[in-house]
């Protein structure tokens, strides 16, 4: 069990017989009254944000969570498909869940597969990824660094980003994984 005392953003805690993982805490103790935790909660079946309040003290069932190496192989319309990379074994994670971060992941990546109660979950991805524009507009002359304005681009994982100007098809670009955003070019 693990008491509200104990949350810290990134656990997985089961409230009425759904998993969250904790994205934010926040332990309010008012003038008056009794103290009270006040938490954004992320559903694991689904993505979903929700704002919850406990009392201070409240227990939940902790979720054991592993995180495995793997390679992704590829993607159908219902299932994301991965194989570890020790024993050569293959499984299928239901790609709903995980369309968020696959948009930033090539077949043959290696990610990390987070478990929880030996059951498959999500992807754990670096901060940031590395992609190939694949299409955009051409830049125009007199599109520099320090001119405003963006335009949308398609990166090699079908992915739609928006980056500035003077990015071209063929430029490798840094991107933020958490919001999607245009970091640097490579």
Known sequence: ???????????????DG??????????VKPGK???????KL????????????????????AVR???RKMQYLYSDEADAHF???ESYEQMAVPAGALADTLRWTKPSDEVDVVFMDGQPSSIQLP????????????????????????????????????????????D???IQTETGEYMSRV
Not at 18 to 27: G, S
Request: net charge neutral; charged share 25%.
């Open 127 to 170: 901060s940031s990824v590395e992609l190939e524009v694949t299409e955009t507009e051409p830049g125009l002359r007199g599109d520099t660094a320090s001119g405003g304005g963006n335009k949308p681009a398609t990166v090699e994982t079908g992915a739609t980003i928006q980056v500035p100007l003077f990015v071209n098809i063929g």
């Open 65 to 67: 969570t592993e995180a």
């Open 172 to 174: 490798r670009v840094k």
């Open 42 to 61: 992320r559903r694991t079946t689904d993505g979903n944000v929700i704002d919850k309040t406990f009392r201070a003290g409240e227990k939940f069932r």
């Open 1 to 15: 069990m693990i008491s509200t005392n104990q949350l810290k953003n990134g656990n997985h805690i089961e409230v």
């Open 33 to 39: 009254g009794p103290a009270f935790v006040r938490t």
């Open 83 to 85: 194989m570890d990379t």
């Open 18 to 27: 759904t998993i969250f993982k904790v994205v934010e805490f926040q332990h």
